[in-house]
């Protein structure tokens, strides 16, 4: 509840309370039982709130019905989760997957617009305001609807097609990628600027990224590799979403590392990075390699760093400890990335002859320089490769195999 306090504000609405009911089964018609129904009744009379927001989906009826009783609009989370990713949304790409994603949600929503409209008097304006229909503009929506649906799946198919072409871009280069993942609000943003420079958007606020960015990282041994932010997750992850944003989440599920977020200072720590575990698991990301940021130590005092970093390390055992915004542990990070991102390499010995340099450059780049001796006809250097890309050094192999 206190997380859909701060997504309610987020998508900006003002809280004025909140309730919870237990039951043993939902009630089919309108959620909740009938008495909770009166009790909201009553405070709506009152005045003390002009929007009610659920806590899980609603099937159409129970919205439609929860309206009619309420005389007030009724959203549940899904809902409000997807106004804020049409607030922030701010590239062409995100806006149509966040607006394939509202469509695919209203569309059997019609007819609870058009029966609540009727009761309560046409569109209001703020969080959830939609219009009223006629009866006989509720089919002619629903085929422009649909239509418009069939338009942007065409598109998120192009965009989904061009970040497949940027990715094979990518692997011609030879360089390795790494996508961060977390809870959204987890420092993923304020990592990336961090540890590349990159100046992408960045605040203490639910959902402040929609958009992928990818930006080179420079490895203390000189290695370079591409770092991709993502939309962050969060718990009951509307459908709707993970299936507009395919083309998104396919930088996740594309790349060769994941770079786990876990903001350390938050009470439901473990609860999040349980939810980020299985959205990994959905999108069959989690088996790949991966390094854990424990961040935001600094919001902690020792004793709850301590408890905190243990408690996560039990879970995640090699998982560093980091703070995205002072850059502390940074180097560790470095390190484990470094080491967790190598794949399938071959080593190998070269000789490369002097005036070449460039030669030896290019594997600091992709892979790693372990040894350097000066000797006559050139540089003799010993170290390790993609093996994809080993092809590339075989004009000056001398030893080759396996790391």
Known sequence: MAELADLTRTAGADVAGSDVQRRAQVDPAHFIGMGKVDELRELKMEGAFDLVICNDDLSPRQQRNLELELKTRV?????????????????HEGRLQVEAARLHHLLPRLIGAYAYDR????RRGGVGARGGFGEQQIEVERRRIRKRMRDLEREIEQVRSQRHQQRTGRRRAELATAAIVGYTNAGKSTLLNALTGARVHAEQRLFATLDPTTRRLDLPTGRELLLTDTVGFIQKLPTDLVAAFRA?????????LIIQVVDLSSASVEEQAKTVEEVLTDLEAADKPRVVALNKVDLLGPAARRRAVGALSARYRGAVAISAADRSGFHAL???IDKASRGDVVSLEILVPYGREGVLAELRRIGGVEQTDYVEGGTRARGWVPRHAARRFEPYATISGRA
């Open 75 to 91: 959203l549940d989370r899904t809902e409000v989760i997807l106004e804020i990713f049409a607030q922030h949304a701010r590239t």
């Open 119 to 122: 009761q309560v008097g046409g």
């Open 248 to 256: 998104t989440l396919e930088e996740v599920t594309e790349a060769d």
């Open 334 to 336: 470095l390190e484990a």
